[in-house]
């Protein structure tokens, strides 16, 4: 037997269930994550036309805070929270960067 089985069969069925509830979740995030940078891209866009720079920092301390809050009350660990919220929003800035010099060459 292979440390990757039990030979218990209702085990392995329950935890290949988690398994597929755990994919179907990742997909979903996945799906999520692609729509939010598309709105940023949108944003950058919006941005560019209307002459408005790429962070504004007050806007991001709110969401930071408020994600925070409501990440901590939903049972999420504060650091990890912290640490994905800052990557989401370097991308997102990324590619309203891109967009903007895209369209700063364009014009």
Same mark, same amino acid.
């Not at 269930?17 to 729509?35: F, K, Q, V």
């Not at 560019?48 to 969401?63: A, G, M, S, V």
């Given at each position: 037997?292979?440390?990757?089985?039990?030979?218990?069969?209702?085990?392995?069925?329950?935890?290949?269930?988690? @398994?597929? =509830?755990?994919?179907?979740?990742?997909? =979903?995030?996945? @799906?999520?994550?692609?729509? #939010?940078?598309?709105?940023? =891209?949108?944003?950058?866009?919006?941005?560019?036309?209307?002459?408005?720079?790429?962070?504004?920092? &007050? #806007?991001?301390?709110?969401?930071?805070?408020? #994600?925070?809050?409501?990440?901590?009350?939903?049972?999420?660990?504060?650091?990890?929270?912290?640490?994905?919220?800052?990557?989401?929003? =370097? &991308?997102?800035?990324?590619? &309203?960067?891109?967009?903007?010099?895209?369209?700063? #060459?364009?014009?």
């Amino acid at each position: 037997m292979s440390r990757f089985t039990t030979g218990n069969r209702e085990f392995e069925r329950s935890l290949e269930e988690l @398994r597929n =509830e755990i994919d179907l979740i990742d997909y =979903e995030m996945l @799906r999520l994550l692609a729509r #939010r940078m598309a709105v940023a =891209e949108e944003m950058g866009r919006y941005k560019y036309t209307h002459n408005i720079t790429i962070l504004q920092l &007050q #806007r991001w301390k709110e969401l930071f805070a408020d #994600r925070i809050k409501k990440g901590s009350k939903a049972g999420l660990d504060t650091k990890f929270l912290a640490s994905l919220l800052q990557l989401v929003h =370097e &991308q997102s800035i990324q590619i &309203q960067t891109n967009v903007m010099n895209e369209d700063g #060459r364009k014009g």
